[in-house]
């Protein structure tokens, strides 16, 4: 059994205190949120070999081939095997103020090795010109590793010896994971029974983890590309031990977020804009046809739902003034999508997003590094450059007329698809060069001014790096897997893009290849890394094209994982689902509503297992506000039966249940 050890029962701080003490899982490793700066520790060296003193123990570093092991109170633990190549022979090694520092004259690079807030720190610099990779840390090699962490959408802790996951089937192994978009959070981590490891990569552009299955196991081997020209040239990661906790990763993280000023709150954001508040409470869905009217909305609030958050396609009829106006006056959130990434010639263009003004097409297209424009999606048209629209910003306004042409309509919330996800890119164009790192602080840049304008923000797939600027978003819910892509390629099957009132793509329903369903949606392997690391942060979601309609057979498990994740379900809605859905998504509302006013500004808290095959899954909020059990297995357990949750709230002397089956029906 997987634990997350609570501290609730020793806090006895008064009740204004309680908030503060509670922003970080309580488990071994979270001092580092509330410690102040430890006095500086000098590196002991013994030849090739450096001893830091770090929490939980001392580690070593062996220059010569850059194996990091500690040794801690439950013994000597592998944190890294040596680099998949050499990079050279190390020079000598001086001691600085609080740590080490050696150089590889070989190969140009220089490393340091510190402690800092009870982590292990090591940077790896690049001189010359001359780009390189290095292949390190080479993880999960120790023989105690028993699960690994990866935080894929929500978040997964994978037994490493498990059949499937070391199988094909599974569509994890050999392949490369970039910590800039491919994964939620840029760590992963290990399970060792009482302890584990945590890892951190801060310089996640250009950084890889590849997963591969060594005689069976789960291994993992970051790789980083250092470029000068592609501003790549430092590589930080950070290693901490932990109590081997499947979330102690994902806490780590937020410490680290909030060590250096980059974890947002979602009650400052409602400060900041009050509407932000209407996501508390609230489900979100896509409307189409009948459902953008002002008689839809009231038909969905006759139903009895009282939060939404509800968007629209800026397609040939978006919504009005009268359906976004009837939308507030019900308490609900409502914005449009859009997307300022792609562009094409207006003359042939397939959405209304990607038509601009002036010669925005081709002129601002991301040129590749042979001088030609960056196919966009589905080799539509091509990715627009960030760094093209924030030099012409000032003057042109071309983000802001946009904005203001979107929002006429009153709407007071706003999905920017990808710019918070996706693909960074280096524009190899005179006119607007930039490297990824200039991508991603554009892409903040504006995000921010939207919110400066007291829109709700939210984004698809969000990475945590847009946390600060982000309310909500639609994508970091779901561990997708490969498959997924594949399994959307069959129209018969899946659904198209017809009719225009009730796409197949979004409303047919549909059934999941079995490795698919069991990569994406097998409770075992979900745990809440994005919820322990931003719960108060980000409000998170699953994709919009897997709608809670989309997959009958993933209802129950994807209702209960909502539920114990305190995170709301994403629907698509027209005018029919609403007369013939509407019931169970009012009913499903009603029972999340109070759970998420009271907890969706809270942390996490707590999470555990409560049975050895993991079905029975435990979470805490804040300090004890909300606590959730949520029993994905057929039988009873404690008097809770199989398919349901029961959540209790402070102050209740009795759970709340649901059994989303029965409302299903």
Not at 232 to 239: C, E, H, S
Not at 277 to 301: C, N, P, S, V
Not at 500 to 521: N, Q, S
Request: aromatic share 8%; proline share 6%; glycine share 10%.
């Amino acid at each position: 059994m997987h634990t997350f050890t609570s501290c609730r029962t020793a806090r006895t701080v008064r009740a204004a205190a309680v908030a503060l003490a509670v922003t970080l899982p309580c488990v071994s490793l979270a001092a580092p949120a509330h410690a102040g700066p430890r006095p500086a520790r000098t590196a002991e060296v013994h030849g090739r070999l450096v001893d830091i003193a770090v929490r939980g123990g001392t580690a070593t570093v062996d220059t010569s081939s850059l194996r990091v092991s500690a040794r801690t109170g439950h013994g000597t633990v592998e944190l890294s095997a040596p680099a998949a190549a050499a990079p050279g022979t190390p020079g000598p090694v001086s001691v600085t103020r609080d740590g080490a520092r050696w150089t590889y004259p070989d190969s140009g690079l220089t490393v340091t090795a510190r402690a800092e807030r009870g982590r292990l720190l090591m940077s790896v610099t690049a001189g010359g010109a001359a780009d390189r990779t290095l292949s390190w840390p080479v993880t999960g090699t120790d023989r105690a590793s028993s699960a690994l962490q990866l935080p894929r959408g929500e978040g997964l802790s994978l037994p490493v010896a498990d059949t499937f996951w070391n199988s094909a089937d599974a569509g994890l192994t050999d392949s490369d994971l970039d910590l800039s978009s491919a994964m939620s959070m840029p760590l992963w981590g290990y399970s060792m029974g009482r302890q584990g490891v945590g890892y951190i990569v801060p310089t996640d552009i250009g950084t890889s983890l590849r997963v591969t299955s060594d005689h069976g196991r789960l291994r993992t081997t970051a790789t980083h590309r250092f470029s000068r020209a592609g501003g790549t040239t430092d590589y930080t990661v950070a290693f901490s031990l932990t109590d081997g906790s499947p979330v102690a990763p994902a806490a780590d993280y937020r410490a680290w977020l909030k060590e250096h000023g980059q974890l947002g709150s979602l009650r400052a954001k409602t400060v900041a804009s009050p509407a932000t508040g209407k996501l508390l409470g609230a489900f979100h869905a896509y409307l189409w046809g009948d459902a953008r009217t002002a008689e839809g909305i009231g038909k969905l609030r006759t139903l009895g739902v009282d939060r939404m958050w509800l968007g629209y396609d800026a397609d040939d009829k978006p919504m009005d003034a009268a359906a976004v106006t009837a939308a507030k006056r019900a308490g609900y959130l409502v914005g449009p999508y859009d997307s300022f990434a792609n562009g094409q010639d207006p003359a042939t263009s397939d959405a209304p997003t990607s038509v601009w003004p002036d010669k925005v097409h081709p002129d601002f297209c991301v040129e590749g590094a042979d001088g030609k424009p960056v196919p966009g999606f589905h080799d539509r048209g091509c990715y627009l450059s960030s760094e093209a629209f924030e030099k012409a910003e000032p003057t042109r306004h071309y983000l802001a007329d946009r904005t203001r042409k979107m929002t006429a309509n009153g709407a007071d919330s706003y999905f920017l698809d990808v710019d918070a996800a996706g693909e960074l890119f280096r524009d190899h164009s005179a006119a607007h060069p930039m490297d990824e790192a200039r991508d991603r602080a554009n892409r903040l840049a504006r995000m921010k001014r939207l919110t400066d304008r007291g829109l709700v923000l939210g984004s698809e797939s969000a990475g945590a790096w847009s946390n600060q600027v982000l309310a909500f978003d639609h994508g970091s819910g779901t561990p997708v897997a490969d498959g997924l892509w594949k399994a959307q390629k069959d129209k018969e099957k899946w659904g198209g893009y017809a009719p225009a009132k009730a796409p197949g793509i979004f409303f047919k329903p549909a059934e999941l290849p079995a490795p698919v369903a069991k990569a994406m949606y097998d409770p075992a392997y979900r745990v809440p890394l994005y919820e322990t690391a931003l719960h108060d942060s980000v409000v998170n979601t699953e994709r919009w094209e897997l709608s809670y309609d989309k997959l009958p057979r993933q209802k129950t498990d994807r209702a209960l994982l909502a539920m114990l994740y305190n995170t709301p379900l994403n629907f698509v809605l027209d005018g029919d689902s609403i007369e013939s859905r509407g019931s169970e998504l009012a009913a499903l509302q009603k029972y999340f509503k109070p759970l998420h006013e009271a907890a969706g500004a809270e942390a996490m808290t707590d999470f555990r297992t409560l049975t050895a095959d993991r079905t029975v899954q435990r979470t805490v909020f804040g300090d004890g506000t909300l606590t959730v059990t949520a029993n994905f297995g057929s039988g009873a357990y404690k008097g809770l039966p199989g398919g349901c949750v029961d959540a209790k709230l402070k102050g209740d002397k009795e759970p709340r249940r649901l059994c989303p089956a029965d409302v299903n029906r």
